[in-house]
């Protein structure tokens, strides 16, 4: 088992910049990847970015592509995702997920973490 606790949301005006992070505890030493998602009010979640644990390789969805920035610290078991340039429709609840192995899902999540931008 793996459990992910998320910090770091807010509220921030449009234009600001908030950092979450989410640590991970447990069976780490089996992660392969992590993950954030997230859901705005009323409708579904969706993939924000991912970074594998072993070599550090990203992808980002299309709608945060140059505003956001996740990376990790091995030695911390934590993930960042740093968010610049924030817009009112970034607004959503964090979640932090994590794949366990190679050619597995997103098996373990967060609580989440609420990220509010006023416009």
């Known amino acids: 088992q793996v459990q992910l606790v998320e910090s770091g949301g807010g509220l921030v005006q449009a234009g600001g910049s908030l950092r979450l992070s989410c640590t991970a505890s447990g069976r780490t030493f089996s992660t392969y990847a992590m993950g954030w998602f997230r859901q705005p009010p009323g409708k579904e979640r969706r993939f924000v970015a991912e970074i594998t644990w072993s070599d550090g390789s990203t992808r980002y969805g299309d709608s945060v592509k140059g505003r956001f920035t996740i990376s990790r610290d091995n030695a911390k078991n934590t993930v960042y995702l740093q968010m610049n340039s924030l817009r009112p429709e970034d607004t959503a609840v964090y979640y932090c997920?994590?794949?366990?192995?190679?050619?597995?899902?997103?098996?373990?999540w967060g609580q989440g973490t609420q990220v509010t931008v006023s416009s």
């Open positions: 997920a994590a794949i366990p192995r190679a050619n597995s899902a997103y098996d373990y």
